[in-house]
């Protein structure tokens, strides 16, 4: 909670008038000098640092602190060994700090990676103490002991205690070994595989602070389509060197594995999960990676989707292909984390079906150290998708969250869409799985089945990384906070998306309320205008074939049904939306009985899901009153209106803000604009020309004819 009073103050003071362009490349560790009166305020709980630096987590830890609050507060710290006066800041475990061992803390439950922060007095001294049982605790507290100066709280009366609720938080790169980043539209990839293991771009350390901020602590370095390359003594050298760099900052380096690396750099006629020699073949890799990275994390593995070699292709199930490395993994405490993002090649059955119809059946059959990583939804991170029905489906078996955090369908870079209330939507959505009040971040944190027998204790969340080599990062400023946003919840995924958004702000770019109040709302705003403009009222996957952008619900053919827009739009003269009811491909029956019948009966669906789960006439009525193509048509408008508004109020606030990033984001929301207008033109124009329908009252015409957005093609979309 923010300190009242302190904020009364900030409101007045903190305001700076905008100074010179930023590029954003700082994050949200920018640490510039807060506004005097208020540093001096900080200063008094801030005067001098105890911290040892025995390790180099400890010296990053320490390093931290000391150029946060050298520059928040624009005065160094002196570094003591006791403390001498009042506002001191002693920081560590018992092991590395006399003083922390003697105050004999309760740190027994805040496990390897939590930590305290504590206002004691310490020889008749105000102390702020950061304590934790581990190194890696120490300087995940002091990242949260420099958010609370960031964000303008106060630092008196401290008594913070934080452990994270999942064990795993990673990045999955998709980055391929040529420096293109599937789906990445910030730049090439930040892995210079040529110049690595030799060179070591400053950029990694600032990459493994940014995440350590966050308490994200694996990163999955390659693509999910990957190159069997990346396990070759060469590769495993280059993640070697890269793993030295994130270790101090509590990140373990893990790799995409491709199934059928055993042929490829191996040399053998099968991959064959059951196979003797491709048994021997893995345990030996493994055997090799951890002689070059000894804190390897493990194996990401896409197998049997999307053209994935998989043990599929040697009639196995996913179990048996996802064991085989998990034996192999096990002697050395690595995991595999195995994707359910699969659909078979011959398209059967509904897409939206197919993870759970394989999945579930193999409950309780994987070994202990694998988590089967399912995406946030059925379909593949639409702008809004009902939570994928595996979450409570699967007991015996940990689940990993997968989340997109690059804007796949969701605009790319240039839109303005914070991705905080879409993960927090899937979090809190209950599955009903044990009973009401099941939700999802219960069985991701292992809350709901955890006391299984035999189950074992692993949880995880994983982000698809935005990262590319753009200055920014991300590709744009606000999409910085989709990283941000990840990673906090990531360590805790009961936390506001608002209070995350908040804290984004106010760290990336500052803390006047005047700022901070219509940013945050636009914001928390703009994932609903995207739904709105792009695909409302539960329509999913109609953007552009292949790259994905912009608006394409026309198109059909091609090589699998399932890939084209037609397949989950159904629309014709007569309706729109994909029957997934008992009456159609009861997808909906995958869902623990109450959601079920919910989901089922067409008066009782949530009406943001309507088209996703049902068939319904042009003319249905809807709650509004308004008859469903009325109401589509008004929710792309309004979709349009939003990001107007998002522009007029960013328009409002070049004071507050550099005058560089200020224009950039003016810029992109400029082109939001317009592809918004796009989306909901050329919609509107390929539904009237199926539906014959006159416009609502008072709704502009399309700017272009159907033919027009027809004749739109793009090559070179980035991400492909
Ligand atoms: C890495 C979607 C994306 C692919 C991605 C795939 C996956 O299909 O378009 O680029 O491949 O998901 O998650 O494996």
Redesign the pocket.
Known sequence: MLAAAFLSVLAVMSWMPAAHAEDGHELWLRYRQIETVQANAYRADASQLIAGQGTPTQVAARDELLRGLGGLLGATLPASDSVTRDGAIVMGTAASSPLIARLGLDLDDVGAEGYLIRSVAIDGHRTTVIAAREDIGALYGAFHFLRLVQTGQSLAKLDVRESPRLKLRVLNH?DNLDGHV??GYAGASIWDWHKLPDYLDPRYTEYARANASLGINGSVLN???SNALSLTPMYLQKAAALAGVFRPYGIRVFLSARFSAPIEIGGLKTADPLDPEVRRWWRAKADEIYRIIPDFGGLLV?AN??GQPGPQDYGRTHAEGANLLADALAPHGGTVMWRA?VYSDEEPDDRAKQAYTEFVPLDGKFRDNVLVQVKNGAI?FQPREPFHPLFGAMPKTPLMMEFQITK?YLGFATHLVYLGPLYEETLRADTYARGKGSTVTKVIDGSLDGDVPGRSGLTGMAGVANIGADRNWSGSHFDQANWYAYGRLAWNPDLSSRAIAEEWVRMTFSNDERFVAPVVGMMMDSREAVVDYMTPLGLHHLMGRGH?YGPMPWDAGGPRADWTPVYYHRADKNGIGFDRSATGSNADAQYAPPLAEQFGDVERVPEQFLLWFHHVPWDHRMRSGRPLWDELVHRYTHGVDEVKKMRATWDGLSAYVDAGRHAQVSAFLAIQQDEAQWWRDASIAYWQSLNGLPLPQGQAPPAHTLGYYQSLSFPHAPGN
Do not use: A, L
């Open positions: 998709w599937e789906r693509n999910v389509n896409k989707s999307e993002f593949d796949e994905h």
